[in-house]
């Protein structure tokens, strides 16, 4: 499978971004690529007004949405990106899409909110409790994540439990003292712990690191980008992805299981 993280600076209009959006997908249908991951929350982007959100957030069947699965039409790229999705209250969903083909494949809306270093998205957005669901291309499995989820370890264990050859990970990765050390350490691990590919799209600009990552099944990174708009391709081999399972059968060592029912959010 052909795999391709593409990285750009979402800005506060919608169809300005959605220009992005459709430029990419153009791009990777062309290359000849599988699955397209771009960042996290790409509908819109709101630096200093986080709350802001909260009335520019779109229903899965508004103009955005609407627009990248015209995109998608008549390709045979899959394309996973995130937008910000309306809910019954005041606080959205921050919600990855996975599409195909005009189709909406799949949806998974974030569990971990980032409520860290300072920052509060559990204030603005809605936190859900379905687990990700695996989604298949080009003869892999792919499971959902959304950037903070990679600071969890469960999540990815629970998806590779399930089957998942392939994890991706949308992110608006903030800049901070030792953020981008952050980053690459926990992408590295997700992969390296469960045998999986990581495909990791960070989104760049003034307030993000981009530095979207490819890891191999045994944490090598494959294909890595800058801090600037860029896009990374890599081929996923499952020569490689067997070998590695069978050179290092965690997913069969393992000796406790994850929970797939998430505990009570903390009252505040």
């Known amino acids: ?10 800005s506060t209009d919608w169809s300005q971004n959605a220009v992005a959006v459709e430029r990419e997908i153009d791009l990777a249908e062309h290359d000849g690529v599988d699955l397209l991951v771009l960042p996290e929350g790409v509908l819109a982007r709101f630096t200093d007004q986080k709350e802001r959100i909260r009335e520019y ?24 990106l995130g937008v910000h999705e309306t809910s019954d ?25 980032y409520d860290a270093f300072a920052a509060r998205e559990s204030d603005n957005i809605t936190a859900a409790d379905v687990v990700p669901p695996l989604v298949d291309v080009a003869g892999f499995r792919v499971g959902l994540m959304t950037c903070y989820d990679v600071r969890f370890p469960e ?13 991706v990970l949308p992110a608006a990765w903030v800049r901070g003292p030792l953020k981008e050390h952050h980053w690459s ?11 999986t590919y990581v495909v990791a799209s960070g989104e760049c600009g003034e307030a993000n690191i981009g530095r979207s990552l490819v890891l191999d099944p045994l944490g090598v990174a494959v294909a890595q980008a800058g801090e600037g708009p860029d896009r990374i391709t890599a081929l996923l081999s ?25 505990r009570p959010l903390p009252v505040r």
Do not use: C, W
């Open 155 to 167: 999540l990815a264990r629970l998806l590779a439990l399930a089957g998942a050859d392939v994890l």
């Open 1 to 10: 499978m052909t795999a391709r993280a593409a990285q750009f600076a979402a």
């Open 238 to 262: 499952r020569e490689r992805l067997t070998d590695a399972r069978t050179r290092l059968p965690v997913l069969e060592n393992h000796r406790f299981d994850v929970s797939p029912t998430p």
């Open 185 to 195: 350490t926990l992408v590295t691990a997700r992969a390296l712990e469960n045998t």
């Open 57 to 80: 957030a779109q229903p899965l069947d508004g103009p955005f949405v609407t627009r990248v699965l015209q995109a998608t039409r008549g390709t045979t790229v899959t394309v996973v």
């Open 89 to 113: 209250t005041d606080k959205p969903y921050n919600t990855l899409l996975a599409v195909r083909d005009g189709e909406l494949v799949a949806r998974y809306r974030k569990i971990h909110l």
